[in-house]
């Protein structure tokens, strides 16, 4: 499986995690609680097979901010919480530098061809 599947699924299962941490109720309520520790098991072990061919750095920048993009679409979407200006401006700067790094950084080109030997020292 291409890394890219594994990290998509990877940041799928922590922003749904994440969503039942808050449903959870602080771990007092046992169905929400045990889909949290389901699904950060799930996010963390796909997250592991990304990096057998993706540096870690890359891995987790885009792993964490397309998580905290997604999140943030869900919390307004589903649990009605409101966001102000600055804290939409900064989400797109996370989005922006995820982007930045799809789009233009020499490293996740070395990921996308599975050399899991990519070592982003060689330029």
């Known amino acids: 499986m291409s890394a890219w599947i594994y990290l998509a699924v990877a940041i799928v299962a ?3 995690g994440t ?3 808050k449903l959870s ?3 007092t309520r046992t169905g929400p609680s045990v ?3 389901a699904c950060y098991v799930l996010a963390f072990y796909m997250l592991s097979q990304t990096l057998r061919s ?8 885009i792993w964490a901010g397309a998580g905290v993009a997604l999140i943030t679409l869900i ?6 919480q409101a966001l102000d200006l600055p804290a939409i401006v900064g989400i797109g ?7 930045v790094i799809n789009l233009f950084s020499d490293t996740v080109g070395d990921a996308a061809s599975g050399d899991s ?3 982003v020292t060689h330029r």
């Open 93 to 99: 700067m996370i989005v922006a530098g995820v982007l």
């Open 25 to 27: 109720d602080g771990f």
């Open 35 to 37: 889909a949290v520790l």
């Open 117 to 119: 030997t990519a070592d």
């Open 54 to 61: 993706m540096p870690v750095g890359v891995a987790y920048a």
């Open 75 to 80: 919390g307004a979407a589903v649990f009605k």
């Open 19 to 21: 969503s039942f941490l």
């Open 14 to 16: 922590e922003v749904v």
